[in-house]
């Protein structure tokens, strides 16, 4: 069954990348760094739902803002989304591709951004479909070194559901921190789907060098771990268990 799992969301990850055909019919929008940055408001938030692919690096030297009502979807097309600050906070639904994926040159996303999730932060009800690129992590000093599945109610949530993080193929890599969680860290909830890719390489001084979950004082509310494929590996944790993954209050459904 394991092995149908695996080929199956194989197939689905080779599928999304071999169909990104960006020609006029397709509904993608070609972008440079100007066109990227046009896409939002003076609030740095997305004015509308949409679909583009970058055909050049872009910087960044402000959060970028997904709220509630918004579906983005990115294809980084083997460029990189840097910023000197958090890349992304979700309200709404982020959706990452990188038609890239498995050449010498990927598409990836990195920010030198030192507090929690130095990636993104997602709030509740948001969803993050990753497909393929890579998301490089910075050293943090308060966990989730590349991305945190926060849960967190916010006013720019206009759903209730929990967060949900869906990893189909790409890269989750290197994030390090003084805290838990080196690579990816949820406290208040949520889940965190993996049916392809790879999450690797985190250290966190705490635990969980890859992974780590555990339920929140003001929102308690369980962590779920489903993973259907892909691979987890290399993860150090200095100050306890949970090297690959630490998990407290925390769901896990492996097949």
Known sequence: LADLYDQYYGLMENWAVSNLHHGPD???????????????????EYKSDVKVYLTEDVELTAITKILGDRTVTICLNGHTIHSSTRVFNVYGTLN??????????????????????????????SIVNLYGGELTGNKTTSGGGVVVI???ASSSSTRTEDAVFNMYGGVI??????????????????AFNMYGGLVTNGNAAGYGGNIAATS??????????????????????????????YLLDTTVNMT
Not at 237 to 243: D, E, K
């Open 96 to 125: 990452i591709y990188d038609c890239c994926s498995g050449t010498d040159h990927p598409g990836k996303i990195y920010s030198e951004y030192s507090s929690y999730g130095s990636n993104m932060y997602t709030y509740r009800g």
């Open 216 to 245: 929140g004082t003001n929102d308690p509310g369980l962590f779920y771990v489903n993973i259907y494929g892909g691979t987890i590996q290399g993860g150090t944790a200095t100050a306890g268990g949970g090297g690959a993954c």
């Open 26 to 44: 397709s509904g993608w929008v070609a972008v440079d760094a100007a066109g990227f940055k046009a896409l939002l408001n003076s609030n740095n």
């Open 173 to 190: 890599k290197d994030g390090k921190t003084s805290g838990n969680g080196g690579n990816i860290l949820s406290f208040h909830g949520g």
């Open 150 to 152: 926060g849960n967190d």
